[in-house]
């Protein structure tokens, strides 16, 4: 297995890139741990100003054009909850937590890390991949670009809970209610994402923004953030997390979840979802072609 993680340093910002494009940078164990190795490395490297995350471009035969983060890899997510119901055992939510929580820390890392962190988006970023980058204090990202949380629909809840404080209570519930696909120029209009650029403009635009950012000495950097984060926090950052996070195990284990499950063992994971999407038109659905993840 190729890492999935690499990373760059120049005039001060630590450029974290996702490097399994093939495989859409999807989310898994190995990736969670070596995102938050990097991270941790870089808010604590003197060196280092600003975190700037990324992905690598995919090779010229890829079939489905670019994603940041389509999500976690549903082959093994699915796998492993019908690994869960042969045990025959009653789900348990705890174990469920912790599980989840592990991958929610490592997202976490880029909103309390003492830096600024700016992500730059280019093609899929949604499911479990907007979990991760809504916690970047800013994303920036290519027109080509599109996010959502189809998880919404079934099986699953966004679990760092991000979107409320990004979008207010309207626009939050308008898309996860619906799970609908946001493309990158609708995601800068209201407010989702700082700004959506040309494709072949994005990472200089997002290094650019960066390296201006490194300018400032570290400290003030770090009271500022600290400083505006701290809203979130007095609006109950936490506890809207821990909520999410509950509820994403919830969502996986009641009866809708479990059949998601069951007719993914049976007809592979691509037919449930277009199975589920379909009636809505967007995303893997629309085109028949896309991410399996999310």
Same mark, same amino acid.
């Given at each position: ?92 939510? %705890?174990? *469920?937590?912790? #599980?989840?929580?592990?991958? +929610?820390?490592?997202?976490?890392? $880029?909103?309390? =890390? !003492? ?71 609708? %995601?800068? *209009?209201?407010? #989702?994402?700082?700004?959506? +650029?040309?494709?072949?403009?994005? $990472?200089?635009? =997002? !290094? ?73 038109? *967007? ?12």
């Amino acid at each position: 297995m190729p890492e999935p993680i690499r990373t760059e340093t120049e005039a001060g910002v630590r450029s974290i890139i996702l490097a399994r494009p093939e495989e859409y940078n999807t989310i898994n164990p190995e990736l969670r741990d070596a995102l938050a190795r990097a991270i941790d490395d870089a808010d604590g490297d003197p060196e280092v100003h600003v975190i700037l995350l990324r992905a690598d471009d995919p090779p010229a035969h890829h079939p489905h054009g670019p994603a940041f983060c389509a999500g976690y890899g549903l082959d093994w997510s699915t796998e492993m909850q019908s690994r869960e119901a042969e045990q025959d055992r009653v789900w348990d939510s %705890a174990m *469920d937590m912790r #599980l989840m929580t592990t991958f +929610v820390d490592t997202y976490l890392k $880029l909103w309390y =890390a !003492t830096k600024p962190t700016i992500a730059a988006v280019q093609g899929w970023c949604i499911g479990g991949g907007t979990d991760m980058v809504l916690c970047a204090d800013m994303v920036i990202a290519g027109e080509g670009a599109k996010f959502g949380y189809p998880p919404s629909r079934v099986w699953g809840t966004p679990t760092t809970a991000m979107w409320v404080y990004r979008l207010g209570f309207e626009r939050a519930k308008r898309y996860l209610l619906t799970g609908d696909e946001i493309p990158a120029r609708e %995601a800068a *209009d209201v407010g #989702l994402i700082l700004e959506c +650029v040309p494709d072949d403009e994005l $990472l200089d635009r =997002a !290094t650019a923004l960066a390296r201006r950012m490194a300018q400032v000495p570290v400290n003030q950097l770090q009271m500022l953030k600290l400083l505006c984060n701290q809203t979130a926090e007095n609006m109950g950052l936490a506890s809207s997390r821990t909520l999410g996070t509950l509820f994403d195990g919830v969502a996986r284990h009641t009866q809708e979840g479990k059949d998601f499950v069951a007719r993914a063992a049976e007809s592979g994971i691509r037919q449930a979802v277009r199975e589920r999407d379909d009636p809505f038109g *967007d995303y893997g659905s629309r085109r028949r072609q896309g991410p399996t993840r999310e």
